[in-house]
């Protein structure tokens, strides 16, 4: 045994470690190249007994090692023929985009470096990189100067964060009362977070993380367009002060999770500066549109949020995970900050050394800013701007299409981002949620497209997330078709039975 055995397996200056180094990612484009021109389908349509059934047969390690090219052919056959393929331009289940190829890229890269954000000394360039990039989208937000944020892990992390700050500043400013000090003040109990009844369900789930439970969250009922109605807002926040209960925080949606309805910020704003409450905005679908002048009115009012989210890896393309939050007040960081002497100590701050951690609720980080910017960079704004574009188009044109059809119920034939639901509705009322379930399965183990079921007031509605710009009007009328075809294949089911 000797230390050089060990050559092969890092990226170092060795003939050997450069060499496996070229050989696996070698085999690995060639692999991935080979399979994405012959694969023509969404998914394979496997079930799920089937596929663990596979994936429990393969060996999961090796005593002395193997050669990466078996390995890849495992990964190939076991791995990647039957996963959902996002890429593709009938994939339109979830708010699950297609990767671009320069964050692919970047992937490697980020690999390779394995910088971790959360102290200056382990994340050199990294750490002004990812600076430089929570400032570009602060400006393109308009958040005024003292604004500042970090990268998350996603939307369930940014909105965790938001609340946290808001429970924290309420606590302070209210009571002066310290909770990273002293834990949760006796009142605590009576402190409530209102939000649309579609926001997101992260929402609550934050609440009960922050031992406010889910009774803190008060949903506000929507209007038609699933917006939240604001004048239903100022009266959830009397009722609540009659009761004796303390607003400390609304929650407005920029891209709620099924429509991708966007709350009035500028209202919503309003009512929170006139009754002291935070206001967080969960842009982490609809904050793309920061990309596109002809759509970034939608957002008018983000710039007065106290905190907001952004999901990078919805419709920035970007491979998971990739997320930001951001503050308008930096100082506000200062409620999740905590000196570890061994990381972060004050003394290093004071002599202007940054480290990430103190902004983040997570200690070791990724390097995910490297593959936006690689993305902005390679692909340019313009791009960016023009694919946005063209799914809202897509969306609004596809709703159209699906409006004209007697057989399928639309629900916002006027779709505010690029989410359409609806349903096949030509059948007994009494079976509509079975006959839309069916077609649900049916496509999905078809491996035709991917599409999402959801329900709006219990009732059961598939759902088009139309973020990949590769989709077109066709892709939209094959799948309506393919739909027809289950239809008919439910009802005939009941027939023969
Ligand atoms: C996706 C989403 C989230 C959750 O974000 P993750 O990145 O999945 O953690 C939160 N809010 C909204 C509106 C979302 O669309």
């Not at 002599?351 to 340019?380: C, E, N, P, W, Y």
Request: glycine share 6%; hydrophobic share 40%; with cysteine.
């Amino acid at each position: 045994m000797n230390t050089t055995d060990f050559d092969r397996f890092f990226l170092n200056d060795s003939e050997a470690g450069i060499q496996n180094f070229q050989q696996i990612i070698l085999e690995t484009e060639a692999l991935l190249s080979r399979f994405y021109k012959n694969n023509s389908d969404a998914y394979t349509g496997v079930f799920p007994t089937e596929i663990e059934k596979e994936i429990n047969e393969l060996s999961l390690t090796s005593e002395n090692g193997e050669e990466s090219g078996k390995v890849l052919n495992d990964v190939l056959e076991k791995v990647v023929k039957n996963s959902i393929h996002v890429s593709h331009p009938t994939s339109m289940g979830h708010l699950h985009c297609p990767p671009l190829i320069s964050a692919i890229a970047a992937e490697l890269i980020i690999g390779t470096l394995n910088q971790s954000m959360d102290s200056w000394d382990q994340s050199s360039t990294a750490t002004y990189l990812e600076e430089r990039l929570i400032k570009w989208v602060s400006n393109k937000l308009v958040l005024p100067s003292s604004a500042d944020g970090t990268f998350t892990s996603g939307g369930t992390q940014s909105n965790y964060m938001g609340l946290l700050l808001a429970r924290d500043f309420f606590c302070d400013k209210r009571w002066n009362w310290n909770v990273k000090a002293q834990g949760l003040p006796a009142d605590s109990h009576k402190l409530r977070i209102l939000c649309s009844e579609d926001a997101h369900f992260t929402v609550k789930k934050s609440a009960f993380q922050l031992g406010l439970g889910e009774q803190a969250v008060i949903t506000v009922e929507t209007d038609e367009h699933k917006k939240m109605n604001t004048a239903k807002l100022v009266q959830e926040i009397q009722r609540l002060k009659n009761g004796g209960l303390i607003p400390m925080c609304v929650v407005a949606t920029a891209g709620t999770t099924d429509f991708g309805s966007i709350d009035s910020i500028s209202e919503i704003a309003e009512i929170a500066q006139n009754n002291g409450l935070w206001l967080h905005v969960d842009a982490a679908y609809g904050g793309a549109l920061l990309l596109s002048k002809k759509h970034f009115h939608k957002l008018a009012g983000i710039e007065q949020a106290d905190s907001i989210t952004i999901d990078f890896h919805k419709q920035f393309y970007q491979p998971i995970s990739c997320g930001a939050f951001f503050v308008k007040d930096k100082t506000n960081f200062h409620y999740i900050a905590h000196h570890a002497d061994y990381l972060n100590p004050e003394n290093d701050e004071e002599d202007g050394l940054v480290h990430l951690v103190s902004k983040s609720v997570q200690t070791t980080r990724r390097f995910d800013a490297l593959k936006l910017f690689m993305s902005l960079r390679i692909v340019g704004e313009k791009s960016f701007e023009n694919m946005i574009d063209y799914t809202l188009h897509l969306a609004k044109q596809a709703a159209g299409v699906m409006d004209k059809k007697p057989h399928i119920e639309v629900c916002n034939i006027n779709p505010e981002i690029n989410a359409i639901v609806f349903r096949y509705s030509d059948a007994a009322p009494g079976s509509l949620n079975e006959l839309n379930t069916y077609i649900y399965k049916r496509i999905l183990h078809s491996g035709t497209a991917l599409v999402a079921k959801t329900k709006v007031k219990g009732e059961v509605f598939l759902k088009f997330t139309l973020l990949n710009p590769r989709t077109t009007i066709v892709d939209i009328e094959d799948i309506l078709h393919t739909i027809s075809q289950f239809a008919l294949e439910y009802e005939n089911r009941g027939i023969t039975q």
